[in-house]
């Protein structure tokens, strides 16, 4: 029998047992990739199972990936996705013209743009806020709230949501609340556990850890609510394939091994560049300095290998970002390989320049994604650029 979050095992026990049980009728010990479109019917109408007709509606490699990671998050329901930005808007599609969402102002780009340049076309109605004051949350909410939309930590700026007051917030409104746990991963936060009804991820990242996929998922406990999103994919069609299905599984069976390593070579990294001479600031809830150092104390077990920090101009950031040599220039975040970018002109260049500047996202800020070769090898690729 397949373990899950009531057995009560060890994180890692459950990132590689979670969901999972041998395929039955061979015994493999991975679930095999069912690279099917559709199944053969022993009669019409009558599927297999009762639900194996058409691999857009289910399909076993994604199903396997989908209890695992329901037990990663302590959920009941997995429901996965073609990208994180599908996810997300899957949720945005339970809810009618004329509905109302709070979103947190500092999110990924590209969710900030579908809010308002693809749903709010369609009735939507979207408030952005600074969700690290649960107060200017509930002064967002109106009548017609359906959702509340944070991230914690937020990129690129490593905002923190303090998900317990702000599910509060959420229940009194009669809104559901959905966390963006991308940066943190289920080993570091566990949203659900703090009061959320929606976790949401993109799989590409922390997940699935190698760079080799593009993917989403939703984590819930409500029954009606799983049946409602899966309804909605079905009908939508923002289904994962199995290969990519697979893949992630198999990246989220190494997951405590690798957030380990993220998180000492995120804080390693982001202690060296408090200290050093050409850094303005640096963005990272593991270090004392940060406004919310308490807060991440209290909801995360680790702080990730995500890192933010500003060096005052973009000729400066772009002298870094170009003469790293294992920090590799690229979008994206959550592989085993470190990454740089600069948010003003890459995953936040469809932001106005005005908001994102008012949230600190200026074109002197470079961000990490702090991968987990050696330490050492690291700060001296940092250095070596940030002398240029």
Request: proline share 5%.
């Amino acid at each position: 029998m397949a373990l899950d979050s009531s057995d009560a095992p060890g994180f890692g026990t459950l990132a590689i047992h979670g969901g999972q049980s041998p395929e039955p009728s061979t015994g493999a010990i991975m679930p095999p990739i069912f690279q099917t479109s559709t199944y053969v019917q022993p009669a019409i109408a009558e599927p297999l199972g009762g639900i194996y007709d058409y691999a857009r509606v289910a399909n076993p490699t994604r199903e396997a990936l989908e209890r695992n990671l329901a037990a990663l998050e302590g959920g009941a329901h997995g429901v996965a996705f073609a990208s994180g930005l599908a996810a997300i808007e899957s949720v945005l599609k339970t809810l009618s013209a004329g509905d109302h969402v709070v979103s947190e102002e500092n999110t990924y780009g590209g969710t900030t743009r579908m809010f308002t340049r693809v749903l709010a076309r369609l009735g939507i109605d979207f408030s952005f806020v600074d969700s690290r004051d649960p107060e200017a949350v509930a002064a967002a909410v109106r009548p017609e709230t359906r959702l509340i939309h944070v991230e914690t930590p937020t990129n690129p700026m490593m905002r923190l949501c303090d998900i317990g007051a702000v599910s509060e917030v959420a229940r009194d409104a009669g809104a559901l609340l959905m966390v963006d746990n991308t940066f943190a991963s289920p080993y570091n936060q566990r949203p659900l556990e703090l009061g959320a009804d929606i976790t949401v991820h993109s799989a590409t990242k922390y997940l699935n850890g190698h760079s080799d996929i593009i993917g989403g998922a939703l984590v819930v406990r409500d029954d009606a609510l799983a049946e409602e999103i899966r309804f909605v994919r079905k009908s939508t069609g923002a289904v994962p394939g199995p290969m990519d299905a697979w893949l992630c599984l198999r990246g989220a069976k190494t997951l405590h091994v690798r957030m380990r390593q993220h998180n000492a070579a995120g804080l390693a990294v982001a202690r060296h560049l408090e200290g050093h001479a050409k850094v303005d600031a640096v963005f990272y809830p593991g270090l004392p300095s940060h406004p919310q150092h308490d807060l991440a104390k209290r909801q995360m077990k680790g702080f990730t290998g995500m890192v933010s920090f500003d060096v005052g101009t973009l000729d400066r950031a772009r002298a870094v970002v170009e003469h790293t040599r294992l920090f590799q220039l690229a979008e994206s975040l959550g592989g085993v390989e470190s990454l740089v970018s600069v948010p003003a002109l890459m995953t936040h260049a469809s932001v106005p320049k005005d908001l994102r500047e008012r949230m600190g996202v200026t074109d002197g800020l470079v961000r990490l994604s702090v991968g987990i070769e050696e330490i050492d090898d690291l700060l001296a690729d940092l250095d070596r650029a940030l002398e240029r």
